[in-house]
């Protein structure tokens, strides 16, 4: 019984510890086409936060429908998403995208 409540007490500090990840609004787009990302070629999901544009990890560019649709494709339009994650490396490690427009 003590080790169960070790076990519980331990597990209860690690996860209250964990730094979670804030939830911003962010630009998302195709980061060659709309946001002038140089670094790679092809074209790849990024966002950009306060004017800084980053590659995004975790999530690509066809996972939102077809880049290239002239109506809702990143490589078309910029759009708005609720983000998370964190910047690493000077990429974007992303927990979640849900777009809002």
Sequence with gaps: MKKLLLII???SIFSCSQKKNEIITAEVSCGQCQ???KSQE???LA????EKSY???GANIDDFGDAHDEHTGFCE???KG???GSIVNNRFQVSS???IN
């Design 77 to 79: 339009v910029v759009r």
């Design 82 to 84: 609720n983000v998370s």
């Design 42 to 44: 092809g074209c790849d």
């Design 47 to 50: 966002i950009r936060i306060d």
């Design 97 to 99: 995208i849900e777009l």
């Design 35 to 37: 946001f002038g990302l």
């Design 9 to 11: 007490t331990l597990f």
């Design 55 to 57: 590659f995004v990890d």
